[in-house]
């Protein structure tokens, strides 16, 4: 089984400056490992994700992520965030491979809140 | 192309009732998700459907049941609602090929249990 722990449940920050957002998992398998953000009122939207190759993951709206598996961690960071990157942003894991259903499990989520 | 479309928006039931919600994958995807979001929580994993069978299920008791239609639009029934079940409940449609196949997730029932 798979379990994904989001470190800070809200993390307050100004306007313009970085943002690391932290996410750990566990599992017995190797995992496909994601980063979503729900806005107001809204579904999931996917940012980014890391199923193989580099460890530096690149996703949408300036965010990137790092997998490292020696600490089973893949957090989350945007160099200078905006106003409107304020939203509930979640963490997933789904096990690597085709077997069996494409299961996501998700962390309790970060609020991040960007001040003026 | 058209994403993945759920109704209704919002659903006021009282306990013991019995509800349906309805979801349209996107085009050209054959697999559709199920997953629980109680307020301030990550969503929880209900079952999965492809080609009209469940494939996968999560921690949920039988009163949760689900459809799949040849069109590959997606039911979620749950009866005798608890108070618990009030939450937002999430459709996710994907295309069950090759080891890896994002989900894109529609915009949520919002269900209210009285």
């Known amino acids: 089984a798979q379990s994904v722990t989001q470190l800070d449940s809200q993390v307050p920050v100004f306007e313009e400056a970085p943002v690391e957002l932290r996410c750990n998992y566990s599992?017995?398998?190797?995992?496909?490992l994601f980063w979503y953000v729900q806005y107001p009122n809204q579904g999931l939207q996917l940012l980014l994700k890391?199923?193989?190759?580099?460890?530096l993951v690149k996703g949408i709206n300036g965010f990137e992520a790092e997998f490292n598996k020696s600490q089973t961690s893949f957090h989350l960071r945007k160099p200078s965030v905006h106003i409107s990157d304020t939203a509930e942003y979640f963490c997933?894991?789904?096990?690597?491979?085709?077997?069996?259903?494409?299961?996501?499990?998700f962390g309790q989520g970060t609020r991040l809140t960007i001040n003026p | 192309e058209t994403g993945v479309t759920q109704s209704p928006t919002h659903l006021i039931k009282t306990r013991g009732q019995q509800v349906t919600l309805r979801c349209s994958s996107q085009?050209?995807?054959?697999?559709v998700s199920w997953y629980q979001q109680a307020l301030g929580q990550g969503p929880q994993f209900i079952f999965q459907?492809?080609?009209?069978?469940?494939?996968g299920r999560g921690n949920f008791p039988p009163r949760f049941s689900g459809l799949q239609f040849p069109n590959y639009s997606s039911e979620l029934n749950v009866n005798a609602l608890e108070l618990d079940d009030s939450a937002l409940y999430l459709c996710?449609?994907?295309?069950?090929?090759?080891?890896?196949?994002?989900?894109?997730f529609g915009p949520g029932t919002r269900l209210t249990v009285l």
């Open positions: 996710a449609s994907s295309l069950a090929q090759g080891p890896y196949n994002e989900q894109f």
């Open positions: 890391y199923l193989s190759g580099s460890t």
């Open positions: 599992s017995s398998v190797s995992v496909y």
């Open positions: 459907y492809y080609r009209e069978e469940e494939n």
């Open positions: 997933a894991v789904r096990p690597g491979g085709i077997q069996g259903a494409q299961k996501l499990v």
């Open positions: 085009s050209g995807h054959n697999t």
